[in-house]
Nanobody, 125 residues
């Protein structure tokens, strides 16, 4: 699976952005998808993740109520809608795919075998 993330940019605090991640291949629905982020000098952390069908989701506490992950298996694309952005959301955002035979949501970085190139999100105060 090859992943191409897009949609990052510069936005003021309180604003919104929508990230997209397009996947190649015909087995997109076999993968749990996740968004991770890495701020300068910090480790990469999970932001949100979604099961193969989209029926289950996971959010980091820091983004609950502000971010929404979704997927369109017909378009091989996963999205991250980010609202009420804060300066601390500034980071490089990565999408990732983890193959799974179950309907579970993968939360750990080690469970993801495929990664996109990252897209920069900068939130100004």
């Amino acid at each position: 699976v090859q992943l191409q993330a897009s949609g990052g940019g510069l936005v003021q605090a309180g604003g919104s952005l929508r990230l997209s991640c397009a996947a190649s291949g015909r087995t997109f629905s076999s993968y749990s998808m996740g968004w991770f982020r890495q701020a300068p000098g910090k480790e990469r952390d999970v932001v949100a993740a979604i099961s193969r069908t989209g029926g289950s989701t996971y959010y980091a506490d820091s983004v609950k109520g502000r971010f929404t992950i979704s997927r369109d298996n017909a378009k091989n694309t996963v999205y991250l809608q980010m609202n009420s952005l804060k300066p601390e959301d500034t980071a490089v955002y990565y999408c990732a795919a983890g193959h799974t035979y179950s309907g579970s949501v993968l939360r750990r970085e080690i469970e993801y075998g495929y990664w996109g190139q990252g897209t920069q999100v900068t939130v100004s105060s």
